[in-house]
């Protein structure tokens, strides 16, 4: 498999099980990650359908990796999105003392935002040379 398509499957997955445990799963994934239960809790739903919302937007790079719209979504969700949510994270872990299993968080979405960077730069660069060719 290529490398967007592979990406954007991984990240796809991944908003969208975060998401179905945010609206269907709140209470495992609360004891789970020991947070309090938000209040209201219609800030938890907004951020399950925003998830995915944002997996169903991968459907797109996976389907058209080397399309404009493909390329263009993965870099805003990929090191945009999730760059900025890992470092929200560790930054609210530091600051605020959240709970620390949040740091998971900040890792994952950290390490999804740096393979979508290589996934797009590599990608980038084998167009390139085949174009030289």
Known sequence: MRRIPLVAAVSGVYDALAGVMMLAGRPIFNRLFDLSVPIPPIHADLNGLFLLAVAAG?????RDPESRSGRSYLWVMGPGLKGAGALAFALDYALRGSPASLLL???????????SLWA??????????????
Do not use: E, N, Q
């Open 58 to 62: 991968y459907l797109i790079p996976y």
């Open 105 to 115: 968080f900040a890792a994952s979405d950290g390490t999804l935002a740096v393979l």
């Open 120 to 133: 797009l730069s590599t990608s980038r660069a084998d167009k390139s040379a085949r174009a030289g060719r």
